[in-house]
């Protein structure tokens, strides 16, 4: 499977604290993606980071790509309440015309 | 704008039973895609359609047939249902695969049962 692979499953803090997910990809990528998906609905993009890019920043949310360790982790500061849902990392392998989604990190902001 | 319609919302089936679950979006996207999602499993690729009149097996393609009927709508067919498909399936599109920086739009969902 070329399926991602990220960590933690499950993410549980109290808000205003940070949140880090981590995720990792088995082979070259053109670029990777987050998304954000609540309970009950539909996966909404997040930021994409390119394979030749290594931080990204967007509002509350930063990005890392490390393509030697194929790695990438998401970090949302200053959490919310509102930040409670699972997020997916997803990987456009080179040559291939599609998304691979992760299994997800459920993560859940304590108020 | 609606962006990615999806239908049925909600479906129960019994084994054996076929059915049709249909999208269609409204950004003009070439590239159309299936995604089943089980508990614990992310998502998993089903078929997908890098443009119009062409359709590829994704990841998990059996027991599926899909219909790239336009440039609009890609339908999702399970002609015997098995408990095996109970899962809740998204319909999602893109402007074109493979392009870098090319993000995906998804659906709400459509959450079948099969029993």
């Known amino acids: 499977s070329q399926q991602g692979e990220e960590d933690p499953q499950a993410l549980s803090i109290q808000e205003g604290e940070n949140a880090t997910m981590n995720c990792s990809y088995k082979?070259?990528?053109?670029?990777l993606q987050w998304y954000r998906q609540n309970s009950g609905r539909g996966l909404v993009h997040l930021i994409l980071?390119?394979?030749?890019?290594r931080e990204k920043h967007s509002g509350r949310l930063r990005v890392t790509l490390d393509t030697s360790k194929k790695s990438s982790s998401l970090l949302i500061t200053a959490s919310r309440a509102a930040d409670t849902a699972s997020y997916f990392c997803?990987?456009?392998?080179?040559?291939?015309?599609?998304?691979?989604f992760g299994q997800g990190t459920r993560l859940t902001i304590n108020p | 704008n609606a962006g990615v319609t999806q239908t049925p919302k909600f479906q129960v089936l019994k084994t054996g039973q076929s059915m049709t679950l249909q999208c269609a979006q409204d950004?003009?996207?070439?590239?159309m895609y299936w995604y089943r999602q089980d508990p614990g499993m992310g998502l998993r690729l089903i078929y997908y359609?890098?443009?119009?009149?062409?359709?590829d097996k994704g990841e998990v393609p059996n027991g599926y047939n899909v219909s790239r009927l336009n440039k609009r709508e890609f339908s999702l067919r399970l002609e015997s249902a098995a408990p095996s498909q109970t899962s809740v399936y998204f319909c999602?599109?893109?402007?074109?695969?493979?392009?870098?920086?090319?993000?995906?739009?998804f659906g709400e969902g459509s959450w079948l049962t099969v029993v």
């Open positions: 999602a599109s893109t402007s074109q695969a493979g392009r870098s920086g090319n993000t995906i739009y």
């Open positions: 082979t070259s990528i053109n670029n």
């Open positions: 980071i390119r394979s030749n890019e």
């Open positions: 997803a990987t456009a392998y080179q040559g291939a015309q599609k998304l691979v």
């Open positions: 950004m003009n996207h070439n590239s």
């Open positions: 359609s890098a443009s119009e009149g062409t359709t």
